[in-house]
């Protein structure tokens, strides 16, 4: 039986958790609050989707990395190569749970996992085409939870971010996401 519900996981990987090359405080109380989440949980989803910036190593992926000093708005230290250590999921995120993959920023930006696909190509939107409520947690709340968030408003008739299970980069633009997140008409919980 469907509850039409998912999970969406952004970004819980090693560089974005605390000793990564852009690792954001908070991001490994965040790994195992989502693998707690999931203990008690994971049954709740039809779906546990879970999200990884996945670089080229041999470009700038789009100005997305800094050529010099990044500006950490809009550019970043190399971070989340593509099958390196850096890009592998915070081992304090419980992956056994998670029923679909998606990467993205092959080349490009890729805040939101919309721009994810499967390793089969499919994108998450058609992933999500029969739910009806997804929950989104992750890294980082001023970024890619904010991209992805954004787009799920267009995909699915529920959208909820959990704010117990996210990190931001930054402390006054992680509010400002939630707030816009919520007056596009996301329930922050
Ligand atoms: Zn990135």
């Not at 954001?24 to 965040?30: E, N, P, T, Y």
């Not at 299970?165 to 006054?172: F, I, K, T, W």
Request: charged share 20%; proline share 3%.
């Amino acid at each position: 039986m469907t509850t039409g519900a998912a999970l969406l996981i952004v970004d819980v990987q090693n560089d974005f958790t605390e000793g990564g090359a852009l690792g954001v405080d908070g991001g490994k109380a965040v790994a195992a609050g989502i693998s707690q989440h999931l203990a008690q949980h994971a049954a709740d989803y039809d779906m546990i989707i879970a999200s990884r910036d996945w670089h080229d190593a041999d470009n700038d992926n789009d100005g997305h990395f800094a050529p010099g000093e990044p500006d950490f708005v809009t550019n970043w230290p190399v971070h989340c190569v593509a099958d390196t250590a850096g890009a592998e999921f915070d081992p304090g995120l419980d992956t056994t749970p998670i029923t679909h993959h998606v990467k993205k920023g092959q080349g490009a930006h890729g805040y939101s996992a919309f721009e994810g696909v499967t390793d089969d190509g499919a994108t998450l939107a058609e992933l999500l085409t029969d739910v009806r409520r997804v929950d989104i947690v992750g890294i980082a709340t001023d970024h890619c939870v904010r991209a992805s968030g954004l787009d799920a408003l267009g995909d699915v008739a529920d959208v909820r971010i959990l704010t117990a299970l996210v990190a931001g980069v930054a402390a006054e633009p992680s509010q400002a996401a939630l707030a816009e997140l919520a007056a596009k008409g996301a329930t922050i919980v």
